[in-house]
């Protein structure tokens, strides 16, 4: 009797472990990978040339993004909309975007080596349909090397005694050296995240 209730609540565990799984927020997780990872129908190369530094052929390739889905558009539109308004306070035209879609861009040296991976929005403002605005999603992290670099840099810093909030509420400056620029999701989401920041990214020459 014992070792059947013991199995069904381990059944019920399961289940419950697989339904909060199937329900993923992160853009940038690994159960993403599969669509920029191996070489798609979809995908389309956006530059390719050789390296005058020695990395070979360096490559960017955009693969097709399920998420979000269009559902959500509207809502990201207004977002677009509101945010323009605000850069642009004497704007005379009631500018509207448009969503386009959203895409991975996949920097590779030599066709293997994937360096880095973004995702980007494609936007066109109404009153001009043939324009188009690029915005890389500052809050996905899809190389999951760099969500170890984060978690294992910012707990060092708390732990140092630094006033990690005061730096986040943008009370206190913090300043970044990022060695190393890549695609630009590491600086990016630091930057988007840590209202007062300053960070710095040498290039080796």
Not at 131 to 141: D, E, R, T
Not at 160 to 165: F, H, R
Request: glycine letters at 6%.
């Amino acid at each position: 009797m014992w070792h059947r209730a013991r199995l069904r609540s381990t059944r019920k565990l399961r289940s419950f472990c697989t339904a909060v799984r199937r329900h993923i927020e992160d853009e940038g997780d690994w159960s993403y990978s599969s669509e920029w990872w191996g070489d798609n129908s979809d995908a389309h190369t956006l530059l390719r040339s050789t390296s005058d530094k020695g990395n070979g052929v360096v490559s960017v390739v955009a693969h097709h993004s399920s998420r979000p889905s269009e559902i959500h558009w509207p809502g990201i539109e207004r977002w677009l909309n509101q945010r323009y308004a605000e850069m642009h306070p004497g704007s005379e035209n009631n500018e509207k975007f448009r969503i386009l879609g959203y895409q991975w861009r996949v920097l590779r040296f030599n066709d293997e080596t994937r360096q880095s991976t973004a995702k980007i929005m494609a936007a066109y403002r109404e009153s001009d349909p043939g324009s188009v605005f690029i915005m890389q999603q500052a809050n996905c992290l899809a190389v999951p090397y760099l969500k170890s670099m984060l978690s294992i840099g910012l707990a060092s810093i708390a732990s140092c005694n630094y006033d990690l909030m005061n730096a986040v509420n943008g009370k206190k400056t913090m300043n970044i050296l990022c060695i190393g620029h890549g695609g630009g999701s590491l600086p990016l989401f630091l930057a988007s995240n840590i209202k007062d920041m300053e960070c710095e990214n040498p290039k080796k020459r």
